[in-house]
């Protein structure tokens, strides 16, 4: 079977991203095309790819960023997930945000730290209780036999931490990604797109503008 798509072509129109208008600190300029993303309407504009790999596999999912500053992009995940395993033995990762409805995207590629457990359990303990009892059912990225199995666990999980606070899982928390290189790309017509890269040389953010 072949499906064709070579018919279907956008011409990226919008706006252009000029050296001038960028902020000298890549931090300063992801919040603002953040908000600007949050302001048109982008779908969960902190939807992003995460890729990592490890020395047999390549492997790429879509987490939600949580919070952002001059140190890194933090995301919440399960330890023991693929994902995880891949980061114990390579703590190197891409980071994609696809803001297509703004003809943009935004490459992230640095490396991880974790998270303290305290950090961790500040954003675990401000999530809805139903998500809590969530990350504790789930062995993430583990084989299932059934939906019925999860619901399960959901609800005994449910049933222990039924009086008080539920406890931070310590097979659950946070990953800052710190960046070396943040790209910036802006469609363009006839393909001609802007692309600026911050990349970090003796601690300080230099510019360079790419080839699309
Ligand atoms: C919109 C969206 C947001 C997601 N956010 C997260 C997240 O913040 N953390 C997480 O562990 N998984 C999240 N997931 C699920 C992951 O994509 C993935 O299925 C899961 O983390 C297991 O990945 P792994 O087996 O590669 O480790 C999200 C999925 C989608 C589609």
Not at 54 to 76: M, N, P, Q, W
Not at 126 to 148: F, T
Not at 178 to 191: A, T, Y
């Amino acid at each position: 079977m072949k499906v064709d798509l070579t018919s279907i072509r956008h011409g990226f129109t919008q706006s252009g991203l000029n050296r001038a208008d960028l902020s000298s600190n890549p931090f300063e300029q992801f919040k603002l095309w953040f908000e600007q993303a949050q302001e048109a309407g982008v779908i969960e504009p902190s939807a992003m790819s995460l890729a990592t790999s490890d020395d047999s596999e390549i492997s790429i999912r879509t987490v939600l960023l949580k919070y952002f500053d001059s140190h890194g992009f933090v995301f919440f995940t399960n330890y023991n997930s693929q994902k995880s395993k891949q980061l114990q033995t390579n703590p190197n990762v891409a980071l994609l945000f696809p803001w297509l409805v703004l003809e943009r995207q935004v490459k992230i590629s640095g490396h991880v730290e974790k998270l303290s457990t305290l950090e961790s359990l500040k954003y675990f303990s401000s999530r809805p209780k139903a998500s809590q009892l969530g990350a504790w059912a789930s062995q993430q990225s583990s084989n299932l036999s059934s939906r019925q199995m999860l619901l399960s666990q959901f609800e005994s999980m449910k049933a222990k931490f039924s009086k008080g606070e539920i406890p931070l899982p310590d097979f659950w928390g946070g990953y800052c990604v710190i960046p070396l290189k943040i790209e910036f790309w802006q469609g363009r017509e006839n393909r001609l797109h802007d692309r600026f890269i911050y990349h970090l040389s003796e601690d300080k953010w230099k510019i360079e503008r790419l080839a699309p």
